[in-house]
């Protein structure tokens, strides 16, 4: 299969073999690439939140215009690009060329690999190379047709603009049309980057090889590639079961005996009891559980996702030069005990950090303030949206508060309505602001829930109404083009009026709005709806910053906190997402489904320890 010559005293193997003997280098690579991405991100958060400020500010989707129309776009613009392309070559290029070097019998290793990949990066500058580099990073996410990368790995469409195309049939439609398109031009054009990488084409030859390749060998690739997935699959599953599975229910077995976050002070010099002497043992034996658990799980992972592109590389080879039943031993070096030896050492010391765990349970996962609920559109799927009733739910059920959309009328009243018009509920596409309160009290609104009832449009001093001394709070969402300095003084005034400054939160998606209304009434909470930032978002003007799932990581979570002000997420509409971030320190949630939401905390406060260290600690190794 090599061009090259091989050292003296290689042996033929089998391919089963192959991958035995080259595990040490590939889970080597994995190790060595981590590191290799994740310094210049580090270095570069500085950097690039200093760009991003715009007047003292940080940039977000709420007040992106200043920065479109500064310096600072293009410039961060040129910073996203190159990280992008470094990403797909460290990660993507790199380990197609291992892949090359591992089958071909070469010596192998990060740098001889990290070399290859980016020499080959001048191949991509024309318009073929640009368009796949862009398929890695946009469409691969999305269909899911093709190798990603760790920098998109988490990327999906935000869940406010996802609800919204579901719900439309036409845009339904195109999106699912997209999503086959991208899959038929990702599978036909599959081995492009091994063409251009392995056999030194240019990406449009390579795309024209990859298409021949595909129509002659198409169904001997998927037979393939199934199996190779249904094999990791199981050793995924294995490893799950085991860590997260068997081990859970014995925990859980276990832990449903002991009192639930028993404090415990080993270092008081008092004497322990038997029972927190148990406890205490409990404890430890779930750490060791949990951090080696999650650390093998993740060389398990890691190490499938090289060997699926060992496979593919494989199939390429078959399909270019013909079958192979033998491959070239790998080369025999003493870093291989070196690595074994490392390996040994990591669990060891992982071991050691599980009893410090174990032992400093209290200190190290503190007890958590309960997250908050904010029902969104004032009570979620319990009522038709934006409705009084809504709102009565969501005090009913103790929600810490509501969330409602106003618009001002042609004659300016404040209505409730979410759209900018009134067609998706009523069929009348006019807008609020084109209308007098007196025309907009004649339309019938369809009950979301489906029960056909016929509903007025609420004002919003009905819900003002309710909210007074309900301890519920009312979270009012400027919306649309009424969004603006004279809706701030208006409802400022009527909340002033009724003595419910702190009953109140006003928000919106436009930040200048918010930063009106900040200013001008300190006296009021305010928050800043947003779906992606760059810089400390922590200093926009306001008292509550509102992020969208994606963006509502620990580390954004702790900016906030530091400048003393509330973390919020929106719309979390999962249990699965739901448990995450009663795991996070996040503030409150808005969602549609309270009652699953009061279930889930409900489960949480019932939790074992070994349910919850491993909860808390199930991101240590991401």
């Not at 276990?254 to 404890?283: C, H, W």
Request: proline letters at 3%; a negative charge.
């Amino acid at each position: 299969m090599s061009k090259n010559k091989e050292p003296m005293g290689q042996k033929k193997v089998g391919y089963g073999r192959l991958v035995y003997e080259a595990l040490p280098e590939m889970w080597s690579f994995q190790f060595i690439i981590t590191i290799v991405t994740a310094i210049p991100m580090y270095l570069l958060k500085g950097p690039v939140a200093a760009i991003a400020t715009v007047d003292g500010v940080a940039v977000t989707t709420a007040n992106i215009k200043g920065l479109l129309l500064s310096w600072r776009f293009p410039v961060l613009l040129l910073i996203g690009i190159m990280v992008v392309v470094y990403f797909i070559v460290v990660e993507l290029f790199a380990q197609v060329c291992l892949c090359d070097d591992i089958l071909q019998g070469n010596s192998a290793g990060a740098k001889r690999e990290l070399k290859r990949a980016f020499s080959s990066i001048k191949k991509f500058f024309n318009p073929v190379g640009i368009g796949v580099l862009l398929y890695v990073f946009i469409a691969v996410p999305l269909c899911g047709m093709g190798f990603s990368i760790s920098l998109t790995e988490q990327f999906h469409i935000p869940n406010f603009i996802m609800d919204v195309v579901v719900a439309t049939p036409l845009y339904a439609a195109a999106y699912l049309a997209v999503i086959i398109v991208l899959v038929w031009f990702g599978f036909r054009g599959i081995f492009t980057l091994h063409a251009v990488l392995i056999d030194d084409m240019t990406p449009a030859e390579g795309m024209k090889r990859s298409v021949e390749l595909i129509k002659k060998n198409k169904w001997t690739l998927i037979k393939g590639m199934i199996k190779v997935f249904i094999v990791c699959a199981l050793i995924q599953v294995a490893v799950n079961f085991l860590f997260n599975v068997f081990l859970v229910g014995v925990g859980d077995d276990v832990g449903q005996t002991l009192p639930k976050n028993y404090y415990i002070d080993v270092f008081s010099g008092a004497s322990l009891t038997d029972m927190e002497k148990e406890i205490l043992a409990y404890r430890i034996a779930s750490a060791i559980a949990i951090i080696v658990g999650k650390y093998i799980n993740t060389i398990v992972v890691l190490l499938t996702g090289t060997y699926i592109m060992l496979r593919f590389t494989k199939f390429y080879f078959e399909f270019t030069r013909g079958d192979f039943e033998e491959y070239l031993e790998r080369p025999k070096r003493k870093r291989y005990i070196g690595k074994v030896v490392s390996s040994v050492v990591i669990i060891v010391a992982l071991f050691i950090l599980s009893i410090g765990v174990g032992l400093l349970y209290n200190q190290m996962i503190p007890k958590e303030e309960p997250v908050k609920c904010i029902a969104h559109r004032t009570g979620g799927t319990m009522a038709s949206e934006n409705s009084v009733e809504g709102l009565e739910l969501a005090v009913q059920h103790g929600c810490y508060g509501s969330e409602t959309d106003i618009h001002r009328t042609l004659d300016g009243y404040y209505i409730i309505n979410h759209d900018n018009d009134f067609k998706r509920l009523t069929g009348v596409a006019k807008a609020p602001k084109d209308m007098t309160l007196d025309e907009i009290m004649q339309l019938e609104i369809k009950d979301t829930t489906g029960n056909g009832q016929k509903l007025k449009v609420p004002t919003l001093e009905e819900l003002l109404d309710v909210t007074k001394d309900s301890g519920t709070r009312l979270f009012i969402e400027f919306k649309g083009a009424t969004a603006d300095q004279q809706e701030a003084d208006d409802v400022a005034r009527m909340i002033k009026e009724r003595d419910m400054v702190d009953d109140v939160a006003i928000i919106s998606l436009d930040y200048n709005i918010i930063d009106y209304t900040e200013t001008h009434y300190p006296e009021l909470m305010t928050g800043t709806l947003f779906f992606a930032g760059l810089g400390n978002i922590a200093n926009l003007n306001c008292d509550l910053l509102i992020m969208e799932e994606e963006i509502a990581t620990d580390a954004t979570i702790g900016l906030v906190h530091a400048a003393n002000k509330v973390a919020v997420v929106w719309t979390v509409n999962t249990r699965e997402n739901m448990n995450k971030f009663q795991d996070s320190d996040i503030d409150a949630i808005i969602t549609d489904e309270v009652e699953m939401f009061e279930e889930v905390q409900e489960e949480h406060e019932n939790r074992s320890d070994y349910e919850t260290m491993d909860a808390r600690l199930s991101n240590m190794f991401d």
